[in-house]
C-alpha cells in the first residue's frame, strides 16, 4: 500500500483498493478492477484533508490518522475499521464479473435508512431492493417503490455509523437477512465505491452523510402552510373519461372560496392532470381552464399559490412539427435504435432523456407560460420513470437506453435530473424566488432540488401507521421535505384490498398528524377530501390542528434552517436524543423539532393511548401535566392527538393566518420550565438569497428562578415584529425582571402569562423569581 497525499492511500493488485479519508469522520473506498468514471451521487474527495500514516506487520496493513484506524488483512482481503479504538465496521468487497458484493459485520439490533420502504421501520431481517419504479398504489411490505437510498444508519451501543454505497444503478441489500450477523451489500458494475461514516451518535451520521449528498435549501415560507390536492380517477383505460378531481376553474375557486369562508388556513392548490388538455403537459384544457390567468391572478389575489403535475412525457404525435423536429435531436429515451413509445395518461407518449443537458435545457424552457402566468410550484410525477400506466399494458422495458447508458443504470438517477431542469426553470422564470418542486421518484441528493411526498398511499388505517416510519426513513436519509397524503390516495384498487375509504374519523386522525409532516398535503383519488367534507366535527377537529401548524410555522421554518446547518430532519425519531435506549427505536412516536413529542391515535375506535416517554420531564401539550419519563396511558377522544413537550422547550409561534404572508406577525416564545436552548431564524421566506437574522435564545432554572436570555437578532434582516414570551406550566412569580427592570405580564392564563418584549434589537435578560410552578 501507498500513499498517493496525504489523505489518499492505493493498494494496486489484480484488484485495486483506493482509500481516502475525508475529514475526521468519513472514509470513501473504492475497490475496482476499472475505475468507472461515470455518474456518482457523490464526488466529495476533500472535506478538511487529514494525514494518514500505514505500516506493515506480517499480513497485515494499518492505516490510520490516529483517529480512524484501518486493518487490511491481505490473505482474508478483509477491512477492520475502527474509530477512537471503538471497533466498527469490519467487512470485505468481493468483485465478480461486473458485479460487487460488500459483506458487512453487523451482530446488533438497529438498521436503518434506504429512504422510502413500506416495511418495518428497522429493516434488520429483511431484503430490499433499490430501483426506483412506480408500484400504482402500493400496500404494507411491497418493495421497492418510487424513492431509493442506498443509505444505512447503524447503530449501536455507543457508537453509530453510516454506510452509503456511492452509485445510481439498482442494488440489493440483504439486512441480516439470509445470514443473523452479516448484511450483504450487492450491485452492478467494475467498481465498488463506498463511504462508511463514523459517529458517536446518529445525529453525528446524519451530519456528515448529509454534507457528501447535499442538504435541502430553505423552501418558500409558504410550503409550509397546508395544501389541498385532489386526483380525478386516473385514466388506465384507454378510454379518457374524467371522473372525480377539480375538473375546471369554478370547481378550483369554490374550494378556495370555501377556505376563506370558513376560516381554515390554507396557501397552496394543486392542479392535477385534469387542467391539461387531453392530459399533455404543459397544455390548458381549452374549455374547462378557458380563462386559466384569470383563475390563477385570482387564486393569487385569495393568497393562494397553484401547483401544477408535470408527467415526464410528451404525447407521440408524429404529424407535429414541433414533436418531430425534438424527435430528430434525439432528445427522448430510445430502445434500440429507435425512439421508445410507451403510455402516459393522454395515451402513447415518448420520454424526454433528462441525461442529456440539451434536453434538461429544452424542458426548462417548456415552463414558460406556466411559471410566469402565475404558478408557483411543480409537482414531477411518473418520474421513476413510469413508461406504461394502462391497466393490461406490457411491461417489458429491455433495450430502453438513454444517450448516457442504459435504463438499467440509468433510471435511479432519471427524477433528481428532472429536477434539476425543472429547478432551472424556476431560475429561469421566477429569477431569485425560491423554486417550489414536488417529486414522487428520487435518489439520494434529490432534497436539493425538491420536497417529496410517500405517493399512492392507501385510505386505511395500515397506511396512517405507516406514513410515520417512511417519514421518519427519508428524514434519516437527508430528505427534510416529505409528507404522505393525508386521508390516504386510493380508493378503488387493481389489487387487494379492491375498495378503501377515508371514513370521518380515519380523516380527523389524519390531518392531526399530518399537521406535523413538514409537508403538509391533502390529496385524494376521485373523492373529496377537503376538511369540510366529513361533516362539522371532524370540519371543527381538521380547522384546529391547521390552525395549529400555522401557530407552529416559526418553530418549523428554523427547523428546516436547522437542516441546513446540520442535515437533521424535520420529523425526528426518538431514538435520535435516545439511541442507547431501546424503546426510543419504535415508528408509533416522533419528535417535530427537538421539543414536541407527537403520540398519534394509529387505530380505529380507540380513545386512549399509551405512549412511551424516554426518561426526563416532559409537559402535556393539552393540560400542561407533567411526567418523568415512561409508559404512560392519556384519554385521546377524537379532537386530541396526545403532545408532549420536553422540559426546557422554547417553540416560537405566531398567530393564525388565513395563510402564509396575510401580514406581518409577531412572534411567540412558548417557553416550558426546565433548561434548553433554540435558534429562531427569520428571513423574507421568498427569495433565495434572502437577508436573514438568528435570535438564540436560552432557557435555564436555578432552585425558583427562572431565566430566559434572549441575545440581540444577529444578522441583517429586520423584520417589523414584536416578540412576546409566554411562560408556559407556572402559576406565579414574585417578581418579573427583564433587563433588570420589574415588569408586569400583558396576559394571564390557565397555566401561565405572556409578557411583551417589543423588538429584540437588543440583548435580553429575563429573570423570573420565588416562582411557583404548576402543579407544586
Ligand atoms: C399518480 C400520482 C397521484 C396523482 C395521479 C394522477 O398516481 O401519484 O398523486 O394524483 O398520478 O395524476
Same mark, same amino acid.
Given at each position: 500500500?501507498r ?37 456518482r ?20 496493513i494499518?492505516?490510520?490518522d490516529g483517529r ?10 478483509? +477491512?477492520? #475499521?475502527?474509530? %477512537? $479504538?471503538i =471497533?466498527?465496521?469490519a ?8 458485479? @460487487?458484493? !460488500?459483506?458487512i ?26 430501483l426506483?419504479?412506480?408500484p400504482?398504489?402500493?400496500?404494507v ?31 440489493? +441489500?440483504? #439486512?441480516?437477512? %439470509? $445470514?443473523? =450477523? ?11 465505491n @463506498?463511504? !462508511? ?14 454534507k ?25 383505460f ?139 410550484g411543480?409537482?414531477?410525477?411518473m418520474?421513476?420513470p413510469?413508461?406504461?400506466?394502462r ?19 440509468f ?13 432551472n ?9 425560491r ?42 436519509c ?6 404522505a397524503?393525508?386521508g ?59 390552525r ?19 442535515g ?42 399509551v ?24 384519554k ?17 409561534t405566531?398567530?393564525?393566518l ?13 417557553i ?39 441575545e ?39 397555566d ?14 429575563i429573570?423570573?423569581?420565588s ?6
Amino acid at each position: 500500500m501507498r500513499i498517493l497525499n496525504d489523505n489518499k492511500l492505493m493498494l494496486e493488485g489484480d484488484e485495486n483498493i483506493l482509500i481516502t479519508f475525508l475529514g475526521e469522520n468519513v472514509v470513501n473506498f473504492k475497490i475496482y478492477r476499472r475505475l468507472e468514471p461515470k455518474y456518482r451521487v457523490t464526488d466529495i474527495e476533500s472535506i478538511r484533508k487529514v494525514k494518514v500514516h500505514i505500516s506493515k506487520r506480517d499480513d497485515r496493513i494499518f492505516a490510520g490518522d490516529g483517529r480512524i484506524n484501518i486493518t487490511y488483512n491481505l490473505k482474508k482481503q478483509a +477491512f477492520k #475499521l475502527s474509530c %477512537n $479504538n471503538i =471497533d466498527f465496521c469490519a467487512h470485505n468487497v468481493i468483485l465478480s464479473n461486473k458485479k @460487487y458484493f !460488500i459483506h458487512i459485520m453487523w451482530k446488533k439490533e438497529y438498521i436503518y435508512g434506504l429512504g422510502e420502504k413500506a416495511v418495518k421501520f428497522n429493516r434488520r431481517g429483511l431484503c430490499l431492493r433499490l430501483l426506483n419504479m412506480d408500484p400504482s398504489v402500493y400496500r404494507v411490505n411491497d418493495d421497492p417503490l418510487y424513492l431509493n437510498i442506498p443509505f444505512l444508519l447503524m447503530i449501536g451501543e455507543n457508537f453509530s455509523y453510516g454506510f452509503f454505497l456511492n452509485t445510481i444503478r439498482e442494488s440489493i +441489500f440483504d #439486512l441480516c437477512h %439470509n $445470514n443473523n =450477523d452479516k448484511i450483504v451489500v450487492e450491485s452492478h458494475g467494475l467498481e465498488a465505491n @463506498y463511504y !462508511i461514516i463514523f459517529g458517536r451518535s446518529p445525529i453525528d451520521v446524519i451530519r456528515e452523510y448529509t454534507k457528501l449528498v447535499g442538504r435541502a435549501p430553505l423552501p418558500p415560507l409558504w410550503a409550509l402552510g397546508y395544501h389541498q390536492s385532489r386526483a380525478p380517477f386516473p385514466p388506465i383505460f384507454p378510454i379518457k373519461i374524467l371522473i372525480g378531481g377539480y375538473k375546471n376553474e369554478k370547481n378550483i375557486l369554490k374550494v378556495a372560496e370555501e377556505f376563506r369562508k370558513r376560516k381554515i388556513p390554507c396557501d397552496v392548490i394543486y392542479l392535477d392532470i385534469d387542467y391539461m388538455d387531453d392530459f399533455k403537459p404543459f397544455t390548458w384544457h381549452p374549455k374547462r381552464f378557458k380563462n386559466y390567468r384569470y383563475m390563477l391572478k385570482k387564486l393569487n389575489r385569495m393568497g393562494f399559490k397553484v401547483v401544477t403535475i408535470i408527467d415526464p412525457y410528451i404525447k407521440y404525435e408524429p404529424q407535429s412539427l414541433m414533436f418531430k423536429k425534438y424527435l430528430e435531436k434525439n432528445f427522448f429515451v430510445k430502445r434500440d435504435d429507435e425512439v421508445f413509445i410507451g403510455y402516459g395518461w393522454p395515451g402513447k407518449t415518448v420520454f424526454p432523456d433528462f441525461t442529456r443537458e440539451e434536453v434538461r435545457e429544452w424542458w426548462a424552457q417548456l415552463h414558460k407560460d406556466l411559471l410566469e402566468s402565475g404558478v408557483s410550484g411543480i409537482w414531477n410525477d411518473m418520474n421513476e420513470p413510469t413508461f406504461n400506466v394502462r391497466l393490461f399494458g406490457k411491461k417489458d422495458f429491455s433495450g430502453v437506453r438513454f444517450y448516457a447508458g442504459s435504463l438499467d443504470e440509468f433510471r435511479n438517477i432519471y427524477a433528481n435530473l428532472m429536477a434539476i431542469a425543472t429547478w432551472n426553470a424556476f431560475k429561469l422564470f421566477k429569477k431569485n424566488k425560491r423554486p417550489y418542486i414536488l417529486s414522487r421518484s428520487g435518489y439520494a441528493g434529490i432534497q436539493k432540488y425538491a420536497a417529496v411526498w410517500t405517493g399512492d398511499n392507501i385510505s386505511n388505517w395500515s397506511h396512517l401507521r405507516l406514513s410515520i416510519s417512511m417519514i421518519l426513513s427519508l428524514g434519516l436519509c437527508g430528505l427534510p421535505f416529505v409528507g404522505a397524503d393525508i386521508g390516504g390516495w386510493a380508493k378503488i384498487m387493481t389489487k387487494k384490498p379492491y375498495f378503501a375509504k377515508c371514513t370521518p374519523e380515519l380523516f380527523a386522525r389524519w390531518i392531526q398528524l399530518g399537521i406535523f409532516y413538514p409537508l403538509c398535503r391533502s390529496h385524494s383519488m376521485i373523492f373529496s377530501q377537503e376538511p369540510w367534507v366529513f361533516g362539522q366535527n371532524v370540519e371543527n377537529i381538521a380547522k384546529k390542528y391547521i390552525r395549529l401548524r400555522y401557530r407552529l410555522i416559526p418553530y418549523i421554518y428554523s427547523l428546516f434552517w436547522e437542516h441546513t446547518q446540520n442535515g437533521m430532519p424535520i420529523m425526528r425519531p426518538l431514538f435520535l436524543y435516545y439511541p442507547e435506549d431501546d424503546r426510543s427505536h419504535r415508528d408509533d412516536e416522533f419528535l417535530l423539532g427537538p421539543f414536541m413529542l407527537i403520540a398519534p391515535v394509529l387505530e380505529r375506535g380507540s380513545r386512549s393511548r399509551v405512549v412511551y416517554l424516554p426518561s426526563q420531564v416532559w409537559y402535556d401539550y393539552w393540560s400542561m401535566k407533567k411526567y418523568e419519563g415512561g409508559v404512560i396511558s392519556v384519554k385521546a377522544p377524537l379532537d386530541t392527538i396526545p403532545i408532549f413537550i420536553r422540559s426546557g422547550a422554547i417553540i416560537p409561534t405566531q398567530p393564525v393566518l388565513n395563510y402564509i404572508g396575510e401580514r406581518m406577525v409577531d412572534v411567540t416564545l412558548e417557553i416550558y420550565p426546565g433548561n434548553g436552548s433554540f435558534t429562531l431564524y427569520e428571513d423574507d421566506g421568498i427569495t433565495i438569497n434572502s437577508k436573514y437574522s438568528l435570535t438564540k435564545i436560552i432557557n435555564y432554572m436555578r432552585g425558583d428562578k427562572w431565566n430566559v436570555i434572549i441575545e440581540r437578532r444577529r444578522g441583517e434582516y429586520n423584520p417589523r415584529r414584536k416578540l412576546y414570551v409566554y411562560f408556559r406550566g407556572i402559576e406565579e412569580a414574585e417578581k418579573i425582571l427583564v433587563n433588570d427592570k420589574s415588569v408586569r405580564p400583558i396576559e394571564l392564563r390557565r397555566d401561565g402569562f405572556i409578557i411583551d418584549l417589543g423588538d429584540n434589537i437588543k440583548d435580553i435578560k429575563i429573570n423570573l423569581s420565588s416562582i411557583k410552578l404548576l402543579g407544586k
